[in-house]
């Protein structure tokens, strides 16, 4: 008996000890990386990629199609709104790239899985999955309707569900894939006002981390997982208006090479800006008092405008957004990390 505890206890020394070693290695590999100049970084290539961005007829997943089109990537966009998903092709088409739009529900669990099945047969099977749809409400959490809190639920993290359902059988069977998850930074701290949208974002950054360990436990190291986590974007209709003290909103155009370049460098967890990694170790570390008046005191009000239950492409004036995209598309030959080659 006390052989086999013995035995168990220099099991447990050997495995702890193998532990340390290979997180040794895996941060200074990390630490090397950081440092490398962006020309000897991995970049994989997008060529030929079938990329589906939910939430696509505008905002950021308009931005996001543009750049992956110019790097020859097949955008496949899914939106509740077609006149803007076409509207989003017509410009893809337009600087030469290729894409699709689909109308869909994502709050429709059916209609996620029907327009799958069609993606899949008119355009092919989804390489790269980008889970970019989002709705919120901006209310205190009793002055929020049922349904608008159910709506943000089925929008900002069950979709997320069925989409990876309908195309991750594919992707482990080729043991190539890549699942990117735009959440918040509300995925990780609360915020007033936005009770119902940021626990949508924890769940969001969970089901980012909870699917990228199931997959390396089952050993597929082929299909990859990406959780964006910005502040607040500008010029997406959702936050446009949000008063934010000592930090600025984030560019739209800005967040858009970011996820691109995250996507093609493979990276696991991108913040944004950087400085909240550092926030957040001192969340876990002062006494809540602290972190609840600095949290106040960042974000004084997050309430968007109220149009009803406001979604990245839902807004009505798409001939102003269309002028905004349009600039930024004339720009993209001359903005760093856009180019093939620099990203």
């Known amino acids: 008996m006390a052989h086999k505890k013995n035995n168990n206890i220099f099991k447990s020394l050997v495995d702890v000890l193998g532990f340390l070693l290979l997180s040794l290695i895996v941060v200074v590999k990390s630490i090397v990386t950081y440092i490398l100049p962006e020309a000897y970084q991995y970049y994989k290539e997008l060529k030929g990629e079938v990329i589906l961005i939910t939430g696509g007829g505008g905002g950021l997943g ?28 017509e410009m893809v088409k337009g600087i030469g790239g290729k894409a699709y739009g689909f109308k869909c529900d994502l709050a429709n669990k059916d209609d996620v899985y029907k327009i799958a099945n069609v993606t899949r047969q008119e355009v092919g099977e989804v390489t790269i999955l980008i889970n970019n749809a989002g709705v919120v409400s901006g209310n205190l959490l009793l002055d929020t309707p049922d349904h608008l809190i159910k709506r943000t639920f089925d929008v900002n993290i069950l979709a997320h569900f069925w989409t990876v359902k309908a195309f991750l059988p594919y992707m482990i069977e080729k043991n190539r894939g890549h699942i990117v998850t735009i959440a918040s930074m509300a995925g990780f701290v609360g915020i007033n006002k ?62 858009a090479d970011r996820i691109v370049n ?18 957040l170790i001192c969340k876990f570390m002062f006494p809540w008092a602290c972190v609840s008046m600095f949290l106040r005191g960042l974000v004084p009000d997050a309430a968007p405008p109220h149009q009803s239950h406001v979604q990245n ?31």
């Open 262 to 279: 995250a996507v093609r460098k493979e990276e696991v967890v991108v913040m944004m800006p950087k400085i909240f990694r550092a926030a």
């Open 313 to 343: 492409s839902e807004k009505s004036d798409f001939n102003t957004k269309s002028n905004l995209i349009k600039n930024s598309v004339v720009s993209l030959d001359n903005r760093d990390g856009i180019s093939g080659k620099n990203l």
């Open 194 to 255: 936005l009770v119902d949208y940021c626990s949508s974002k924890y769940a969001a950054v969970g089901f980012d981390e909870a699917l990228r360990v199931e997959l390396e436990a089952q050993g597929i190291d082929g299909v990859k997982t990406t959780v964006i986590c910005p502040y607040f974007i500008q010029s997406t209709g959702m936050f446009d208006n949000v008063n934010s003290r000592f930090l600025p909103t984030l560019k739209s155009n800005d967040v």
């Open 62 to 89: 308009r931005l996001l199609a543009l750049r992956l089109a110019r790097l020859n990537a097949i955008v496949v966009l899914w939106d509740v709104n077609i006149k803007a998903v076409e509207e989003t092709v």
